[in-house]
Structures are given as C-alpha cells and as structure tokens.
C-alpha cells in the first residue's frame, strides 16, 4: 500500500516536471537568459566567498608564526627608527624572553617602477651585496640566480648586488616583493646608523601577559607603538570576512541585482501566465497542482543557477587563480604575488548562499501564482 | 528516458559535484599541506607580519604596521589614492584603540 502511495506520488511529480519543461521551453528565451543572469549573479557571490575564505584562511595559518610583539617608534605620529637602546629597555621588563630589531624598509625602482621590500635576514648570513630575491622581483626584472642588479643607494650612487638566490615561487603571498640583504649592506644603502633599527620584535614567556608587557612598554618607552599578533591576525580576518569590507559591498551590489530580479517575479504575472493558469484549472487542475508545478518551475531554475554558479565559481577559484579579481587586487602594483588560493572550503557559508539564492526565488515564483490559482478560472481567464 | 527522469537526473549530476568540489579540495590541500608548512617556516624565520597582496603602497603592503598618518603621506588633506587603499580596512590594532 505504502509502495502504491509513493510510486503515484512520484508518477504525479514526474508529469508535473514534465509539463514545466513543456512550459519553460515555450518561453525558451526568457527562461534561457533568465538562468544566464541567475547564474552569474550566483558565481560572483560563490567567487568572492570562496575567495575571502580561502585567503582569511591562508593569512590566520601562515601570520600565526608572526612575531608575538613588534614594538615601533613614533614621531609625530609617524613610524620613525627606534634607538639600539630600547632593545635593553625593553628586555629589562619582567617576563619578556627575547628582544631583537628589525631592519626593513622600502625602495622603489624606478626601471619597473616597483617598490621593494628590503629586509636583513641575519640567519642566511649573506655576504656584502649579495642577495636573496622574491619570486615577484625576479620574474618582473627577468633575474635568475647568480645576475646582478644595480639599484641606487641613499646618495644616488648605483650599489650593485649579485643574486646568491631566489625564494620559492610557492611562498610568493609573502615573499613575492623580498628583497633580503644583511645588516652592514642595509645600513650602508640606506645611510643608517649602527645604533637603529626599523622596529623591534620582542618573544613572550607566557602568551596571557602580552596586553601587560605591552602595556608596560608603553609606560617605560612612551613614544613607542606595541603591535601585538592578535592585532595583526585580526586586521587580515577583518579584510577577508564576508561581512566587512569590498566583499561586503559586492555582496550588496550582487544582493541588489537579486532582489530586483525577485522583485519583478514576485510583482505580477504576464496576461500569458495568467490566462495559462486559467485553462489548466478550467481543464480541472487542482489550485495545489498547479503551485506544485510554479514551484518545480522555481526550482529547477534556482537550484540549476545555484549549482551551475557554484561549480563555475570552484573552477574560477581554485583552478583559475581567481583571475577575474587580479586586476582589481592589483590596482596600480607592477609586483602582484602568483598565488594558488588554498583549497578550504567553509560549508556552513555554501549552504548559506544556497539557502539566500534558492529559497526567495521558489517563494517569489509561488506568491503571485497561489494569489492567482485561488480565484475563479473565468475571471482569470477574461 | 522521459525528460523530466533526465532533468532530476541532470540535478543529481550536479549536487554530486557540488559535493565533489568538498572532496577535491580536501584532497587537493593534502598535495600542497608541504608548500604551506614552508611559507609558515619562511614567515618565522623572516620575523614576517604580512601578505604581499598589496605592494603599491607601504601602508597597504604592511597593513597591520600602517600608522594613522600613513593613509595621508604627502599631505593633511591629501586624498587615498591607491586603489588597494579602498579595498582594505585600517589595522586591528588602530581599530582596537578607537573602541576603547
């Protein structure tokens, strides 16, 4: 009995999908691009989500390694050198385990009119003029490992440099602009004194007392600016979450487009529709068939443009590099990283795109069919 | 086939990828879990504090390092510029300090 029950429900579904194929393909054109402008309002969404999410997640996974404090110097409510004595000042204070300076800035090459991140790295212990490069600069400047570059110094004299190596093109998100030297070379291109830094990066024994220490830096090296590794996970996670942000105003650009287009669904119904409502109930169809058969037809189109943006999204960002937003990440850098966005895919966000792009769709497809297919045929028809 | 029977399996077709994207980036994240653990070490090492997204200006390279003035480098009333400026957000810790 059970089985008879479901095997009629089923054959009723069936028709039913049936008859709205019949009735989308009558309107091909209006149905074809209908699902065209659907789906791609549904891809951009799914591009920008599963963009933002895969970068939020690479940045809280490659910046927990950041320093655990970072302490600048500020003058005139600008970032200035900080003097080799705050080191000592500050690893006098309690509970503060290691202190060392940076060295870091910028310079820009007016060849490839590119800007430079130009950093000591103490550990690879690189001779005098010799570098270590991004993968970004040597591509931009068609540099490989043992070619020399000439770059002006601080008294535009040209300081020549020799590529001693190149770092891994797979690391080019946060190295694609490096350009790493040691400490005499640095002070000796930029015109620095052996007492400064560019900051200092301190190491915390026990990770509760980082709002303590910094708040007693603060007090004992008043001009100072403590940049704790919250802040700068915090600062990333803002960028790249979905409510914040560019990819909140493109979600409203995309949100608005929708809308507008439920909107002109939900508004009415062509005198066509009308009147083919009409003559199915006139040729004995129930009310509730009929909302069965406008929802099948809301559905098939919605889930169709749902999962037809999406997959398109996936292969966009996980197989094209998100090429469609380089040129808007980029802006006016002539250094852009070559990166592949890790493939994490949040799915409580998916299943909220679906929810927000299916479902106001099939109800703005059956309210005005419902307020129709209750009234009498012949006034509908008329 | 009947139409409708090809239409709901078309349907199951794509759920099923959509489904499948889950599993091929799984998969596709063990392949380069490697590559990650490198740029991790590299951040580490390099005493590193952020993304190279955005190289045109100092204050959107080093977002997280960026002062209050950085955005008005040339001048008090000088206007944002760079386009990546209008992209991103100021740095956690200038927005932790207005709330307080």
Partial sequence: ?382 | MRRSQAVLVSLFLGVSMVLGSFMDAGMAYRHIESAVAEKVALVAALKLTDLALFTEARYTRHLSQADRHSAFQDHPLALEHFPSGSLVLPPGSLRKRNEL
Avoid: C
């Fill in chain 1, 1 to 382: 009995m059970a089985l008879f029950v479901m095997k009629t429900f089923v054959n009723r579904h069936l028709y039913l999908i049936e008859f709205t194929l019949s009735s989308l393909l009558r309107f091909r054109g209006k149905n074809f691009s209908l699902l065209v402008v659907y789906t791609l309002v549904i891809f951009l969404l799914a591009s920008v989500m599963l963009f933002s999410n895969a970068l939020r997640h690479e940045a809280s996974l490659v910046l927990a390694q950041s320093p655990e404090m970072i302490v600048q110097r500020m003058v005139a409510g600008r970032h200035d050198l900080l003097p080799a004595d705050y080191l000592d000042k500050a690893s006098g204070i309690r509970g503060v385990k290691q202190v060392s300076g940076r060295l870091w800035g910028y310079h820009y090459d007016p060849i490839i009119r590119a800007n430079y991140t130009i950093m000591v790295d103490a550990d690879r212990q690189l001779a005098d003029g010799e570098i270590v490069i991004g993968a970004g600069i040597a591509r931009v400047r068609g540099l490989q490992q043992g070619d020399y570059l000439g770059l002006h110094d601080h008294q535009a004299r040209t300081m020549s440099f020799q590529v001693a190596g190149i770092l891994d093109s797979d690391s080019e998100l946060v190295s694609a602009d490096l350009f790493l030297i040691n400490a005499s070379t640095y002070r000796a291109f930029f015109g620095l004194a052996q007492d400064v830094y560019t900051d200092m990066v301190l190491s915390v024994r026990n990770p509760r007392e980082y709002t303590t220490i910094a708040e007693k830096i603060i007090q004992r090296l008043p001009d100072t600016r403590p940049i704790l590794r919250d802040e700068i996970l915090r600062t990333y996670d803002a960028i790249f979450a979905w409510r914040q942000g560019i990819v909140f105003v493109i979600l409203m650009m995309a949100v608005l487009a929708f809308v507008i287009f439920a909107w002109d669904k939900a508004s009415g119904l062509s005198a066509q529709e009308r009147k083919e409502i009409g003559i199915l109930k006139a040729t004995g169809w129930e009310t509730a068939d009929v909302i069965r058969m406008k929802f099948w037809e809301g559905f098939l189109i919605s889930v169709s443009a749902f999962i037809l943006g999406y997959l398109f999204a996936y292969v966009h960002v996980f197989y094209a590099d998100a090429a469609l937003f380089e040129p808007v990440l980029k802006g006016w850098a002539i250094l852009y990283p070559r990166f592949s966005p890790l493939p994490v895919i949040d799915a409580l966000q998916i299943a909220t795109l679906f929810f927000f792009s299916v479902f106001p769709y099939v109800l703005a497809t059956i309210i005005p069919i419902w307020r129709v297919a209750t009234t009498d045929p012949d006034a509908v028809m008329r």
